[in-house]
């Protein structure tokens, strides 16, 4: 509310100076946001590879978005007065990061091959609230905006950094400048902070023969960092560039060895969604009640084989613009603020679901580390999320009862092996409601084959044993080791498959399998022990953790 003063009241100008104190680019300033190593490295690593020279495949699709539509080619253009042509910018080669991480010298040092900046890019790059594609034309999509990242990612992990970097505009030129604690909280001014340049390549140079690319020194480390830190991170790099790991190819190596992306094992007898066969798009939120075009929801999403619960290793991994923002999201539609989480809340039955959801329209918060749930694009991508999601709740669900029967039967037919009796599980499992409940006493395929013995035993399709009487067990088996053929006999007569008509035909023919296969390792030598831990692996792989 302005206040309004009377006439007779006089007010004089005066001026204020905010300009913060040099202390803010220091370790103690912005670089005190507790980033973890992980995080700290992925900032740096997504700046690299925003400028990363483009593969064929993505100077392809400019070219054809230039020819179909006006922002295509304003695009096009900018790179070509840029750089020159966009063939000098395009490379065979798939993006190359190295990242080491020295305790003995106290450094961690970033080294790409990217196009490399000049001086007034490096300049821009290391000024805060600002981005280097305010002063170059940006190659592609880029996850940054708020011009903060790098510096606050550096300062986070050292007290000291240097950077070398040539570009691809200006060969054979290096400019190098550092920045540390001690220099920055003894200046009284922003300005005249030295650098350096040299037409010469430096035989000490990070950067080596690199013709291109920059490399970031981090020295000073505000802390030690063990293997097991190391390795934390290599985890949560493979989850961060999952896209640019698996899709662009990238070699990112830490202290050598190449990020892998991960992947939990899906349930192969549900299909998997592919969200961008939806044709879902949400208009950009560009901030301060703008929006922008529409963009499309990509991603898929699945049910895996295995329960993950108990670790909370759920949920979908959302993205923007090919970079993790926030991984296992399991946030239901009727929290507050609402999530992507096809059910109102997360529950036990649904913690198979898992994906990948990439949600370029929506603005990340602050940190990078999740969204901006208030905005009107994050509502409306749940709105449009919701009914393709919701099928997963039942597949998944169903999967979950498969479990159930299969541990019901197990411990049957366990009960049957230990006493030669059988004995109905006290708890039945429910028929599906509305369905017939005939059935054909149809056995499904086995598994192709194991190896035994330093042999391949390839499973027959399964006999229907006749004249069964009550002291046969439920299954026999001939193992031909000529051929190395396995014949199994299901006796269809005995209780447990007459049990297991209501939907465990399937469960219990795999269970026979594992049965003979540990049968053959004790005929073969094998103990008890080596035995029973073999079967329960095997029930594990087959049937999920819960059984």
């Known amino acids: 509310m302005i206040y309004m003063l009377p006439q007779s009241v006089a007010r004089k100008e005066i001026e ?17 946001m507790n980033m973890g190593l992980g995080t700290a490295l992925g900032e740096i690593i997504a700046n690299s590879l925003d400028w990363e020279l483009l593969s064929k495949a993505e100077s392809r699709t400019i070219i054809e978005d230039a020819a179909q539509h006006e922002e ?107 920045f540390s604690d001690k220099e920055m909280e003894g200046r009284a001014s922003w300005t005249g902070i030295k650098g350096y340049v040299t037409d010469e ?83 950009e939120d560009l901030g301060g009640g703008r929006r922008g075009e529409p963009i499309q929801i990509r991603g898929w999403a699945g049910v895996m084989k295995k329960t993950m619960s108990g670790d909370l290793q759920y949920g979908f991994h959302t993205f923007r613009k090919n970079q993790l923002i926030e991984s296992h999201h399991n946030d239901g539609y009727r929290a507050s603020p609402p999530g992507l989480w096809p059910y109102p809340t997360p529950h036990a039955e649904l913690a198979r679901l898992f994906g990948h959801i990439h949600l370029d329209m929506v603005p990340p918060n602050f940190h990078k580390k999740g969204w901006n749930n208030d905005s009107p694009a994050w509502l409306e991508v749940v709105e449009a999320l919701k009914p393709v999601l919701e099928p997963l709740v039942k597949l998944a669900r169903d999967t979950t009862k498969d479990v159930k ?53 390839d499973f027959l399709t399964p006999e229907i044993g006749q004249n069964y009487d009550e002291n046969k067990p439920p299954w026999t088996f001939i193992a031909d080791h000529s051929s190395h053929e396995i014949q199994i006999t299901l006796f269809m007569e005995h209780p447990l498959f007459s049990y297991a008509k209501r939907g465990g035909e399937k469960i219990l023919t795999k269970m026979a399998q594992i049965d003979v296969f540990c049968q053959m390792m004790q005929d073969m030598g094998h103990s008890i022990a080596e035995v029973q831990g073999k079967r329960e692996l095997l029930y594990r792989d087959v049937f999920g953790e819960g059984v």
Not at 109 to 116: A, F, S, Y
Request: hydrophobic fraction near 35%.
């Open 72 to 178: 295509g080619q304003k695009f096009l253009t900018a790179i070509e007065s840029e750089y020159g042509s966009l063939s000098s910018i395009t490379s065979e080669e798939p993006p190359q990061i190295e990242i080491e991480i020295d305790n003995i010298l106290n450094e961690i040092r970033i080294i790409d091959k990217g196009v490399g900046m000049n001086r007034d890019e490096l300049e821009t790059a290391l000024q805060l609230k600002r981005s280097s594609d305010k002063v170059r034309a940006p190659l592609r999509m880029r996850k940054g905006q708020f011009g903060m990242g790098l510096k606050v990612s550096t300062l986070g992990l050292g007290r000291s950094v240097e950077i070398h970097t040539r570009s691809i505009k200006t060969s054979g030129k290096t400019i190098i400048f550092r």
């Open 405 to 457: 029967k299969s541990k019901e039967l197990l411990g049957a037919y366990t009960r049957f092996a230990k006493t030669g009796e059988w004995k109905i599980p006290k708890k039945k499992p429910r028929k599906p409601a509305g369905k017939s409940t005939a059935k054909e006493d149809k056995i499904p395929e086995p598994i192709t084959a194991f190896n035994i013995g330093g042999y391949d035993y």
């Open 201 to 283: 390549m430096e035989t000490d140079s990070p950067l080596g023969n690199r013709p291109h690319g920059t490399a970031i020194v981090i020295s000073e480390l505000t802390r030690k960092f063990s293997k097991d830190d190391s390795l934390d991170a290599r985890e949560e790099l493979c989850d961060i560039f999952h896209y640019a790991l698996k899709i662009l190819k990238a070699e990112i190596r830490i202290d050598g060895k190449l990020l892998v992306p991960t992947e939990p094992d899906m349930n192969s007898d549900v299909p998997i969604l592919i969200l961008d066969d939806f044709d879902l798009f949400v208009r």
């Open 16 to 32: 204020f100076d905010l300009t913060p104190s040099t202390s803010l680019m220091t370790s103690t300033g912005i670089g005190s």
